[in-house]
């Protein structure tokens, strides 16, 4: 089968296409044909390597992944050949404590595809049965795929973390950021009131096309100004933060008192501060999320699924072009998910 793989960590050009043996499942795995698979940043990191994590090489990327199931194993009882499916992102031992009490992506075995295990851009990948989700006849795999890493991350940072409630006003960090942009409709879903960042009028305007009540430019105008400005000295409730230093100090201005700021990402980079004492005066909440549960996968994939949750689509390339959507991804050209088909 042809498979993209990378052999060794650095840019994009370390991106092969290549012919390569298939997938052999276990008895309690499926065969899916990948009709679609979409970037995360993720995807980024692993290439260019995690210092202290070390992935098996040659490794191929890949954690949303959406196709149809070839073959079930012998032990597998639900999921049938001819399904069409969309896999959780996120794979657990499935008996740990923290697995059977439903914080599946709190297990200390949690893997992803495409990071410690063989992701979907390939034209095979071999799952657990219990990762396949099956999707609706009318949804196109390319939707299929665009949706389960950031809606499941942008719900449970909004609902299990952040306890996100009916009309409050959230701030949500890079509108044009798969994650940013669920979490707009996300919130929008609950009547809130969103304020979204972005960079440049077009995406400013795709922004608001999501359903952003005001959006600011956050290359040009003062983000935690702007926010003040917007809700009147007050801030935010809540703060959807992914970016990391860059927007961080501007992002804790713009809380309200006994605001939350969830945060799951630092694409911009970690090593951020805070002054202690806005933090217990003002009674603050600073909370970290990770991924989701498959309960939550479930949930958030029944708005997906009815359409009251759409999934963004910037643009999708051939699995041969994966150097492409690498650079497009790399270089923030694009406006929701990047796609690969093989
Ligand atoms: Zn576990």
């Not at 919130?187 to 922004?207: H, Y």
């Amino acid at each position: 089968m042809k498979a993209a793989r990378h052999h060794q960590h650095g840019g994009p050009d370390v991106l092969v296409y290549e012919d390569i043996p298939e997938p052999k499942i276990r008895p309690d795995q499926i065969l899916v044909r990948v009709r679609a698979c979409a970037l995360n940043h993720l995807d980024l990191f692993v290439r260019a390597g995690i210092p202290g994590i070390k992935i098996p090489m040659p490794h191929i990327l890949g954690s949303d992944i959406a196709g149809e199931v070839v073959q079930a194993g012998e032990l597998c009882e639900r999921v049938q050949p001819g399904w069409r499916v969309a896999l959780s992102p996120g794979l657990s031992c499935r008996q740990c404590d923290q697995c059977v009490s439903g914080n599946d992506n709190l297990c200390r075995r949690y893997a992803l595809f495409g990071y410690a295990v063989d992701g979907g851009n390939a034209e095979l990948v071999a799952a657990p049965e219990y990762s396949a989700i099956r999707i609706p006849d009318d949804f196109t795999f390319e939707e299929a795929a665009a949706a389960p890493l950031v809606f499941l991350t942008a719900w449970h940072m909004l609902m299990a973390r952040a306890r996100l409630q009916p009309g409050e006003d959230v701030l949500v960090l890079s509108a044009s950021s798969g994650v940013g942009s669920a979490a707009i409709q996300i919130a929008k879903m609950f009547q809130c009131r969103v304020i979204a960042t972005a960079g440049g009028d077009a995406k400013l305007a795709k922004a608001r096309e999501l359903g952003a009540d005001h959006a600011i430019d956050h290359y040009r105008q003062n983000i935690s100004a702007e926010v003040r400005r917007i809700t009147e000295k007050r801030g935010v409730d809540v703060v959807f933060e992914h970016v990391g230093v860059a927007t961080w100090q501007r992002s804790l201005e713009s809380l309200a008192p006994a605001g939350r700021l969830v945060t799951c990402g630092a694409t911009t980079g970690y090593d951020a501060g805070i002054d202690l004492r806005f933090l217990f005066s003002k009674q603050w909440s600073l909370l970290g999320s990770f991924m989701g549960t498959m309960g939550e996968l479930r949930q958030v994939l029944q708005f997906v699924f009815r359409r009251q949750l759409k999934p963004v689509i910037d643009r999708v390339y051939p699995l041969a072009e994966i150097r492409a959507a690498h650079e497009r991804l790399e270089k923030k050209e694009q406006f929701g998910k990047v796609i690969v088909t093989p």
